[in-house]
DNA sequence: GTGTGACTATCAGTCCGTG
DNA sequence: ACACGGACTGATAGTCACA
């Protein structure tokens, strides 16, 4: 299974980005309209994201789609 | 909603770049193993894709994860 | 080779709470 | 501010027969 690598991968990218952006998971939950612990779940790799809320959590981020992929197959690395 | 924009957007270019590699729907479905009909439906933007299935498309058409969204906001464009 | 409607099991996504 | 759990509803994955 990568697939569940492929999401830890996912959601650690989340996680970074959003720590640089200094925010709270539960102000990046405001900012995408999601629920704060969705949010959580998704860092952590335990969602199998879609591709609505992935453009909505890197509109949040103010990221390219394409950094929040980074690291994972399919991406030039 | 600009929700389905973004999945044409998406499925448009799975479709282009499908063409490009000169391949069916069939041959992608079998390659990214998953349904014909789920590909057809896909391609025209009536699917809020998850990652892993958006993984198992660029790998199977072997392009980047970014090609496929391309044209979409939260990209650099 | 592709579009489409319909179907069921499973999951996304939300809301409640706890520590 | 965050991890984690249960429970809930609507949406999606994945498949089929038919056009």
Redesign the pocket.
């Known amino acids: 299974m990568r697939d569940e690598v492929a999401l830890s991968i996912f959601g650690n990218n989340v996680?970074d980005l959003?720590?640089k952006r200094q925010?709270?998971?539960?102000?990046?939950?405001e900012l995408s309209?999601?629920?704060?612990?969705?949010?959580?779940?998704?860092?952590?790799g335990?969602?199998?994201?879609?591709?609505?809320?992935i453009i909505k959590i890197a509109e949040a981020l103010n990221v390219n789609i394409n950094s929040l992929f980074e690291g994972i197959g399919g991406c030039d690395e």
Not at 33 to 44: A, F, G, K, W
């Open positions: 996680r959003r720590n925010i709270s998971q539960e102000k990046l939950a309209d999601l629920d704060r612990t969705y949010i959580s779940s998704v860092e952590r335990q969602r199998n994201v879609s591709i609505l809320n």
